[in-house]
């Protein structure tokens, strides 16, 4: 028995595969707890600065939260098409 256990596995290593993934997802989700909505502000206060020292590809962007067992990390990907050299007004409206 214990070796066709060996040849096609025992069956329940695959669920708790699963039920391992999932696990660690909710604990990321509990740990960012970022709404959407969130991400989505986040993104555009990210575009709003450096917008003032660059000029980027605002339709390319693409911003997500990566992780892996201990950390979450967000994670950028932003088209740059120049730098502004010289002056910046960094003033507010």
């Not at 070796?3 to 290593?13: A, D, P, Q």
């Not at 604990?27 to 450096?50: C, G, M």
């Not at 980027?56 to 693409?62: F, W």
């Amino acid at each position: 028995m214990d070796f066709l256990k060996r040849i096609f596995g025992s069956g329940n290593e695959g669920t708790r595969k699963i039920a391992s993934d999932r696990l660690k997802i909710v604990l990321i989700h509990d740990r960012t707890d970022i709404s959407p909505e969130l991400l989505n502000s986040l993104r555009d206060e990210i575009v709003q600065v450096l917008t003032k020292y660059m000029e980027i590809d605002t339709k390319k962007i693409e911003i997500d939260l990566d992780h892996d067992e201990h950390e979450v990390a967000l994670v950028a990907n932003i088209p740059v098409l120049r730098i502004k050299r010289g002056k910046i007004d960094v003033t507010k409206d």
